[in-house]
């Protein structure tokens, strides 16, 4: 009995030292490859910041009841014919959305990438060329969203700089070529950030024509999963009014309809509203109970449909896992799809340009 406890031990000993042996392998191997997949939605880096505050007393613009009359009618003014009866809203997962790649710049297995810019929106800049132009901590695999806008952020968790780039090209030496960029640089491990940064503005700069930690205000795919979002979501209008409203820091909207809101105007959905009765799809009902707790505003225009913005699967999908938001994707499946298009724009509300301020 005694022999046989013992060689189980040493069974059991030795099969525990493989099995920790491939577990430390497997860390490095990912290490390695650059992979640092913690999710900054959970848990979420910008608690205490606008991103966080809850709109329950947002006090309403004269024209609020208008612009959410004129919401879901204005993608019909810029949709091709065969759209202009179907859409109205749709969510952005790989395309015209900002992947975040999270690195550590302390880390001797970083991988690293050359960056440089001709663009004047950098090239006069100082702070640009010092902080987002040279040698940059990236993975291998990284690579813009898809579509025209070709945006990615770069967040280091060891010293707290928080890059992002506008149409990011990539050319056969490996060198990133960009049209324009911004910074903002936080704490060590993001701490405090929303106190250090209640606007959730960037410093100079950005990838989204606000100039704000946009990357921050999308649908964290750890969120989704959960089931609950905690905090403002940033939309792609289809057209905005000219101007910009706190916390955008600039605005690229053209509308001459004066119930088109700003970039950056703050909307809600009305608190009085029981939304578990208005028999919105999954999806639907996830974000907009986000949105009538935290808020919500448009971050850049389209011309084309109103779009909410989700976090990039680029992370999980080199890391060989499928893609979450596609049909077959968990969180396609909880969901039963990630159609926003019945999004109760009409039942928004809208507070005065620059509340807040």
Known sequence: MKTFRMIHNKALIFFLLILSACSKQSGEDEQQKGYYSQSLFDPYIAQGSIFTREVKDMPLATNSAAIAAYMPKMPAEYLPEKFKKTLVTSLNTTSYNIPMYIVDSHDPQQEYAQFTSTDKRVVYKEDLIKYTMGRIPLPSYAQPAGGGDKSFAVYDRVTGMMREYFHAV????????????????????????????????????????????????????????????????????????????????????????????????????????????????????????????????????????????????????????????????????????????????????????????
Not at 228 to 256: V, W
């Open 170 to 357: 990539k050319d056969e030496k490996g060198t990133w070529h960009f049209a324009a960029s911004g910074y903002f640089k936080a704490k060590p491990n993001f701490k405090d950030l929303g106190k250090d940064n209640f606007a959730m503005q960037l410093t100079t700069g950005g990838s989204a024509v606000v100039c704000m930690l946009n990357p921050l205000s999308q649908i964290g795919i750890a969120e989704a999963r959960k089931g609950e979002i905690c905090h403002a979501l940033s939309f792609t209008i289809a057209n905005a009014g000219k101007g910009f409203s706190y916390p955008a820091k600039q605005g690229d909207g053209t509308s001459t309809n004066p119930n088109a809101p700003l970039e950056g105007q703050w909307f809600r959905i009305d608190p009085k509203i029981d939304l578990n009765k208005l028999k919105l799809r999954p999806f639907t009902l996830l974000v907009a109970k986000a949105v009538q707790k935290y808020g919500g505003y448009a971050a850049d225009k389209n011309l084309f449909c109103h779009a909410f913005n989700a976090e990039h699967p680029i992370n999980e999908i080199a890391q060989g896992k499928p893609n979450p938001w596609e049909r077959g994707g968990d969180i396609y499946e909880k969901y039963n799809g990630i159609d926003l298009n019945d999004f109760p724009w009409h039942l928004t509300q809208w507070a005065p340009v620059d509340w807040g301020k």
